[in-house]
C-alpha cells in the first residue's frame, strides 16, 4: 500500500464491526458490573450505618454510665465504620448514579448520609476519645474527694467541637431529600437524624457543664442547700423547709451546718424583683416569710430571698443557692448504696422519699413537732454525708445528676452575676425563659398549709390549632387528689381562710399558667362553668390564676381558651413543676406551611 492511501474498505467494515460487537457485549456487562457495584457498596454502607447507629446509642449510653473505656472503644468503632461507609459510596458509579434526576435522589441521600458521618468520624470522634480520657469519673475525683477542676476546663475545646461536627451533620441531612422513591432511604435520614438530635443535646449540656462547674468549684466557695418539701407544692418544686451550708475549698465539698425547719423564721429579705413580680406575689408574703420564698416558679427569685434571709439570720453573705428534693437523693442513693440513720434505720434509694415526706408524719403526728424537724435534720446530714463520700459509684452519680437537672429537681443559682447569667442559659438555673416560642407553663401552690400533695396527680392537654398570624390555643388542667384515709391531722390540716365547710383530706391549690409572650385570654372554664382567672405578667409571659378548691377523691378540670401570636412549627417550651407524682404532659399541634 502506498503512503497515504486508504485501507481498503474491507479491512475498515471489519474492524466497524468488531469494535461495535464489543460495545454490545461490554455495555450491558459494563451496566451489570455497575448495578451490582451499586448494590453489593449499597448493602455493605447500610450494615456499616446500621452498626454506626448501634455504636451511637452503645456510646451514648456509655457516657451516661460513666463507662470511660466503653466509650472510648465505641468511638473507635464508630469512626471506622463512618470512614469505610463513606468510601464505598464515593466512587464514579454512586457519583454517576447519585446524577440523574428524580432516579439518583435516593442514592444522592445516602451519599450525603455517609458524606456527613464521616465528617463526625473525622472531626468529632477524635474529639470524644479526647474527652474520655479528660474526664473519666473513675479519676475525675481523688480518694479525698478533691475534683480535677482544671482537666474540666481543658475538655470545653474538644466538646465544642464535637458539637460542631455534629451540628454540621444535622444540618446537612437535614437539608437532604426528605422524599424519594426509595422509602427505606426515606426512613434511614429520618432515624439518623432522631439519634444524632439527643446526642447533641448531650454534648452541648456536657459543654455547658465543662464550662459552668470550675466556676463553681472555684476556691472558698459557699452554697446554701434548700431541701424542698414536694409534698406541700411550691412552684420549682417544694416548700423549703430544712438548710445546710456547702463549702468548696481547694476541689473539695464539705457540709458545715445543718438548719432545720423554722430556721428563717421571722427574717425579711432585702431584695426587689419589679413592678410585674410585686403584682402577683405580695412582698409581705414571699420576702417575710421563708415558706413561700419559692411561690414564682422563676428559681433566681425564691434563690435570692433565702440567700438574703440566710445572711441576715447567720452574718454570711453566701455565693449562691442549690435547690434539692428528696428524689434528687433517692437517685444519687443509687450511686452510694444504703445510709444508716442515727435511729437505727436504713435510708436507700427506694424508701427516701417516702420516708421524709410521708412516713415521717405518721412517726411524728402532732404540729409543730420538734422530734419530727430533729429526724428530718439528722436523715438529710446522713444521707448528704453520705453522697458527698468519694466512694460513691461514678456511673450512677452522673446519671443521678442528669436526671435530677432534667427533671428540674435539681437548681442553682449564684450571687456572681456574670456567672448567674451563663447559669440562665442552662437547665440547671431553672430560670422561666424570655423567649417568643410558644410556652406550657403550669405551676402549682398548695393554698391549705397541708402535706397533701405527695398524693396529687396532673395532667395538662396543650393544642393549637390554625395557620394565621394569630393561633388558637386550648389549654386542659386536670388535677385529681387521691389523697388516702387514716393520715394525721398535721397532714390534712387547712391553715387557709375559707367561708366553706371542709373535710379532712380536702386541698386547695392556686393553679397559674404561664402562656407565650404576647397571648391574650379569651376565657376560662372550672369543670365546664365559666370561671374567673386572675391576670398578670412574668418574664414576658401573661399569667392567668385560678383558686381551686380540691375535695379528697376529687377529679377537676380547667379549660382556658387562648389566642397566641404565630410562632411558625417551633416546639413548644414546657415548664415541669417537679413533685412526687410526674405531671403528664400531651401536645397536640397543627403544622402550618
Request: charged share 20%.
Amino acid at each position: 500500500m502506498n503512503e497515504g492511501s486508504e485501507p481498503a474498505p474491507g479491512r475498515v467494515g471489519v474492524r466497524l464491526r468488531r469494535r461495535r460487537q464489543w460495545l454490545l457485549i461490554a455495555c450491558p456487562a459494563l451496566t451489570i458490573v455497575a448495578i451490582g457495584w451499586l448494590a453489593v457498596t449499597a448493602l455493605i454502607a447500610r450494615a456499616d450505618l446500621a452498626h454506626a447507629r448501634g455504636d451511637l446509642v452503645a456510646m451514648r449510653t456509655a457516657v451516661h454510665g460513666a463507662d470511660m473505656s466503653d466509650t472510648r472503644q465505641r468511638a473507635v468503632d464508630l469512626r471506622s465504620r463512618l470512614g469505610r461507609a463513606h468510601l464505598l459510596t464515593r466512587g464514579p458509579v454512586w457519583r454517576g448514579v447519585a446524577a440523574i434526576p428524580v432516579a439518583g435522589a435516593p442514592f444522592r441521600s445516602v451519599r450525603g448520609m455517609t458524606s456527613a458521618l464521616d465528617t463526625v468520624g473525622d472531626r468529632g470522634v477524635p474529639a470524644l476519645i479526647a474527652v474520655a480520657d479528660q474526664l473519666d469519673p473513675k479519676t475525675l475525683r481523688d480518694p479525698q474527694g478533691r475534683i480535677a477542676v482544671n482537666r474540666v476546663s481543658t475538655a470545653v475545646p474538644d466538646l465544642a467541637r464535637a458539637g460542631a461536627a455534629l451540628d454540621d451533620a444535622v444540618a446537612r441531612v437535614s437539608a437532604l431529600p426528605r422524599h424519594t422513591w426509595l422509602s427505606t432511604v426515606d426512613s434511614a435520614r429520618e432515624l439518623l437524624l432522631r439519634q444524632l438530635s439527643p446526642a447533641i443535646g448531650d454534648l452541648r449540656a456536657a459543654q455547658q457543664a465543662a464550662d459552668l462547674v470550675p466556676a463553681l468549684l472555684a476556691e472558698d466557695k459557699s452554697y446554701l442547700l434548700s431541701f424542698q418539701n414536694n409534698a406541700e407544692a411550691r412552684p420549682t418544686g417544694g416548700m423549703p423547709g430544712a438548710f445546710a451550708l456547702a463549702r468548696v475549698h481547694d476541689g473539695r465539698i464539705t457540709l458545715d451546718r445543718f438548719a432545720g425547719e423554722g430556721s428563717l423564721s421571722g427574717i425579711t429579705a432585702k431584695v426587689q424583683f419589679g413592678a410585674d413580680y410585686d403584682a402577683l406575689y405580695p412582698q409581705q408574703v414571699t420576702q417575710r416569710i421563708y415558706q413561700d420564698a419559692n411561690l414564682s416558679p422563676h428559681f433566681p427569685y425564691g434563690a435570692a430571698i433565702l440567700a438574703s434571709m440566710w445572711q441576715q439570720r447567720f452574718g454570711e453573705k453566701v455565693d449562691g443557692v442549690i435547690a434539692l428534693d428528696p428524689v434528687v437523693l433517692s437517685y444519687l442513693l443509687r450511686a452510694t448504696g444504703p445510709v444508716l440513720l442515727p435511729d437505727g434505720s436504713t435510708a436507700t434509694a427506694d424508701n427516701i422519699v417516702a420516708l421524709t415526706e410521708e412516713q415521717v408524719y405518721a412517726k411524728f403526728p402532732g404540729p409543730a413537732n420538734n422530734g419530727r424537724r430533729d429526724y428530718l435534720a439528722r436523715v438529710e446530714q446522713a444521707v448528704s454525708t453520705r453522697i458527698m463520700s468519694s466512694d460513691a459509684n461514678p456511673g450512677e452519680l452522673m446519671r443521678g445528676l442528669r436526671r435530677s437537672i432534667d427533671e428540674r429537681r435539681l437548681l442553682i443559682w449564684s450571687a456572681d452575676t456574670a456567672l448567674q447569667r451563663r447559669l440562665e442559659r442552662t437547665p440547671v438555673s431553672g430560670a422561666i425563659p424570655i423567649t417568643r416560642a410558644p410556652y406550657v407553663g403550669v405551676s402549682i401552690v398548695n393554698e391549705a398549709g397541708n402535706k397533701l400533695d405527695y398524693y396529687l396527680d396532673r395532667t395538662i392537654r396543650w393544642q393549637r390549632s390554625g395557620c394565621g398570624v394569630q393561633r388558637s390555643v386550648t389549654v386542659s388542667i386536670t388535677l385529681t387528689n387521691n389523697v388516702p384515709t387514716g393520715l394525721s391531722g398535721y397532714v390534712t390540716n387547712r391553715s387557709d381562710p375559707h367561708a366553706y365547710p371542709v373535710r379532712p383530706g380536702d386541698n386547695r391549690l392556686t393553679v397559674s399558667y404561664f402562656a407565650t409572650s404576647g397571648a391574650v385570654m379569651q376565657s376560662v372554664r372550672l369543670d365546664g362553668k365559666p370561671w374567673v382567672a386572675g391576670i398578670g405578667t412574668q418574664r414576658g409571659h401573661p399569667v392567668f390564676v385560678v383558686d381551686v378548691e380540691l375535695s379528697r377523691g376529687s377529679t377537676r378540670t380547667m379549660i382556658l381558651h387562648l389566642i397566641e401570636p404565630a410562632t411558625g412549627n417551633r416546639q413548644p417550651v414546657v415548664l415541669y413543676q417537679p413533685l412526687v407524682r410526674p405531671m403528664a404532659v400531651h401536645l397536640q399541634d397543627t403544622r402550618c406551611p
